[in-house]
């Protein structure tokens, strides 16, 4: 097993490690005679509430300026507080479609926050839900959504609800959400994003994207973890999922955290402030990951390579290997890596969002996603080359000579 100073985190779509700044902002806090303001129970009506109050609210005001949503007069824009990602996608998913009946259009390379959403609403709801397919680059298909929503638009169930993701969390590839949201609008659908993976890496401005909701959580730009969002448009009317409580107009009842609301605006702040220069430095260490790798292994493939993608991404398949014994592989030589979502890493089964490209079986037994952060260093993916090339080489070896290498390992 490898020492902690030499592992080389590479897993940043799963979690990223808590920056020094936001761990500064939180401890300061934590530590000084001001914890009452952050520390107490926001809906209270005592002078410490109302302070706590303040910053929830300032904090609630602070990200909708950031990513560009109407924070001001009858026509502002919402955001409701939540845990983080999954229950974002879940509220907005459950949430829309109760408020708006019909037809619920998710794609096939979701979130499995979304997916499973959708399953789940498809086991009580029969014939409510479509999955929308994905070319061979992982793109959604524009064209059969088209058709879809001129199909139904005459049906009981007219689609009333589609969900597609900004950026995929495997592929990095970004999706057409401009125009999904024209086709949507045009047959006055509402349009969901999840654009988790897609704070801090591309440019998300509420108002230009004119989705009508959008997730975001804090523990992917390097803030803590439970904490998170969903921006709505100004009128759009969801139900909530949870009960018993007032807070967040009933849509999200429970006990809000200043603490956790003022420090995941604070580190989406930061995200976006280092964006273009923390951009340029991912882009260019995934490109020279992705270069070294396929110079000394000209065999492998990077998935979604010919589409615009996230900056810190990379899906690589090495043909030839098994990617649970190259991540556990890699995992021993002290390479953070996946096989996929971290929400589905308990499973056996290979990465749906390269299934749903219809790439081959060796591709899809054999791939790996590797995701850096703004934290990245030169070095580390350096190193992290020569070690994934040799595990590489080793296991494919192994694999040619199964019999002797039993032999001497006994």
């Known amino acids: 097993m490898s020492s902690p100073e030499n592992r080389i985190y590479l897993d940043n779509n799963a979690t990223t490690r808590l920056d020094r700044d936001v761990a500064h902002?939180?401890?300061?806090?934590?530590?000084?005679?001001?914890?009452?303001?952050?520390?107490?129970?926001?809906?209270?009506?005592?002078?410490?509430?109302?302070?706590?109050?303040?910053?929830?609210?300032?904090?609630?005001?602070?990200?909708?300026?950031?990513?560009?949503?109407?924070?001001?007069?009858?026509?502002?824009?919402?955001?409701?507080?939540?845990?983080?990602?999954?229950?974002?996608?879940?509220?907005?998913?459950?949430?829309?479609?109760?408020?708006?009946?019909?037809?619920?259009?998710?794609?096939?390379?979701?979130?499995?926050?979304?997916?499973?959403?959708?399953?789940?609403?498809?086991?009580?709801?029969?014939?409510?839900?479509?999955?929308?397919?994905?070319?061979?680059?992982?793109?959604?298909?524009?064209?059969?959504?088209?058709?879809?929503?001129?199909?139904?638009?005459?049906?009981?169930?007219?689609?009333?609800?589609?969900?597609?993701?900004?950026?995929?969390?495997?592929?990095?590839?970004?999706?057409?959400?401009?125009?999904?949201?024209?086709?949507?609008?045009?047959?006055?659908?509402?349009?969901?994003?999840?654009?988790?993976?897609?704070?801090?890496?591309?440019?998300?401005?509420?108002?230009?994207?004119?989705?009508?909701?959008?997730?975001?959580?804090?523990?992917?730009?390097?803030?803590?973890?439970?904490?998170?969002?969903?921006?709505?448009?100004?009128?759009?009317?969801?139900?909530?999922?949870?009960?018993?409580?007032?807070?967040q107009l009933s849509l999200r009842p429970g006990t809000e955290s200043p603490l956790l609301t003022s420090t995941c605006a604070h580190a989406i702040r930061l995200a976006l402030d280092c964006r273009g220069a923390a951009c340029r430095s991912m882009e260019a260490l995934r490109d020279k990951l992705e270069f070294e790798i396929t110079h000394q292994l000209p065999d492998t493939v990077i998935h979604g390579r010919s589409q615009p993608r996230l900056p810190h991404t990379s899906s690589i398949a090495f043909p030839g290997c098994d990617r649970q014994a190259l991540q556990m592989a890699l995992d021993m030589a002290g390479i953070a890596c996946s096989t996929g979502s971290a929400c589905a890493s308990g499973s056996s089964q290979p990465s749906h969002v390269l299934a749903a490209m219809n790439v081959s079986q060796d591709l899809l037994q054999s791939s790996i996603r590797f995701s850096l952060s703004r934290l990245t260093t030169t070095a580390e993916i350096d190193q992290a080359v020569t070690r994934i090339v040799d595990a590489v080489r080793k296991l494919k070896q192994r694999s040619m000579f199964p019999v002797a290498n039993s032999v001497s390992i006994s």
């Open 25 to 247: 902002f939180m401890s300061q806090w934590l530590t000084q005679d001001r914890w009452l303001e952050l520390g107490c129970n926001p809906a209270s009506q005592h002078q410490e509430g109302r302070l706590a109050r303040k910053w929830v609210e300032q904090a609630r005001d602070d990200l909708l300026s950031l990513f560009a949503a109407r924070t001001r007069g009858m026509s502002a824009d919402q955001l409701l507080w939540t845990s983080g990602g999954t229950e974002s996608n879940n509220l907005a998913i459950f949430g829309l479609i109760s408020a708006y009946p019909g037809t619920l259009v998710v794609s096939a390379i979701e979130h499995p926050s979304v997916l499973e959403a959708a399953k789940n609403y498809e086991l009580h709801h029969p014939g409510s839900v479509r999955i929308l397919p994905v070319d061979s680059s992982g793109i959604v298909r524009l064209d059969l959504l088209e058709k879809w929503i001129a199909e139904l638009a005459v049906s009981s169930k007219p689609i009333s609800v589609i969900s597609v993701m900004l950026a995929n969390n495997e592929t990095g590839v970004i999706q057409p959400i401009s125009e999904i949201v024209k086709l949507a609008h045009s047959a006055t659908a509402k349009v969901h994003t999840d654009a988790v993976q897609g704070v801090g890496k591309i440019d998300i401005n509420f108002e230009q994207l004119n989705v009508d909701a959008l997730s975001f959580t804090a523990h992917k730009v390097h803030g803590p973890v439970g904490i998170g969002g969903l921006i709505l448009r100004n009128s759009l009317k969801i139900n909530p999922l949870f009960f018993g409580g007032f807070q």
